[in-house]
Nanobody
């Protein structure tokens, strides 16, 4: 059983940076992990994912070159560094985890087994 808790959200001006953290209470060494976000009135969308070792990273097109996903398995924590933020990044950001088989379907919401409750990120312009 894995429990996830996001932190680090807040208000930032466009062009600024935030770093989100996702702390896991259970063992996640064999799990792929990802970040998703949901803006008001919109569907939840994939943001970034990382495999169990941290050696493979995937990003949604809107955040490529601006966001960086990472994980520290010793701390059982995943991070999302968000730079050069834009107003359209405003959303609730969710941390997710799933048992990794072949690191497939990393961008599909239903494939993730565990979810945090989300942290609000607001970008002002």
């Amino acid at each position: 059983q894995v429990q996830l808790a996001e932190s680090g959200g807040g208000l930032v001006q466009a062009g600024g940076s935030l770093r989100l953290s996702c702390a896991a209470s259970g063992r996640t060494l064999s799990y792929a992990m990802g970040w998703f976000r949901q803006a008001p009135g919109k569907e939840r969308e994939f943001v970034a994912a990382i495999n169990w070792s941290g050696g493979i990273r995937s990003y949604a097109d809107p955040v490529k070159g601006r966001f960086t996903i990472s994980r520290d398995n010793a701390k059982n924590t995943m991070y999302l560094q968000m730079n050069n933020m834009k107003a359209e990044d405003t959303a609730i950001y969710y941390c997710a985890a799933r048992l990794q088989i072949h690191y497939s379907d990393y961008d599909v919401t239903p494939k993730y087994d565990y979810w945090g409750r989300g942290t609000q990120v607001t970008v002002s312009s």
